[in-house]
């Protein structure tokens, strides 16, 4: 089994849309998926409404999942970190505890543009356009995992 962390800033509208859209597109994958924001603001909440809005319209169900902060803990328990954006990417490396050698990496290493930011739907409001980007990023990881797996 894998295990895959997505992060981004408060946990409400791209790491849990990774989270939910990679789940939904695994198929027989044995993967173990969460995510989690760098900060505090949003613990415990569900992803924000119009995000969940725009993903049920694509047949992703985000309603399961809460949102929680990263944590030193979590390079322990992941294969591998996936940050939506430079900056996350930045404070996700910062929290990294001495000797840890899990894999950080940009939801954008899987697309055709590489090292790109997904843009945070809740100041652009372009819900649909990061679900795009995120579906897109989402195939090329799944093909990634299943190269691996052979």
Known sequence: MTSILFVCLGNICRSPSAEGVVRAMAGDLDLSLDSAGTGP???GEAPYGPMQTAATARG???SDLRARQITKGDFGRF??????????QRDVLALRPKGNQTPVRMLSDYSKKPGTDVPDPYYSRDFDGTLDMIEDCARGLIAALRDHEQ
């Open 79 to 88: 294969d591998l970190i996936i940050t939506m954006d430079k900056g996350n």
């Open 60 to 62: 992703y169900d985000l």
């Open 41 to 43: 603001w949003h613990v």
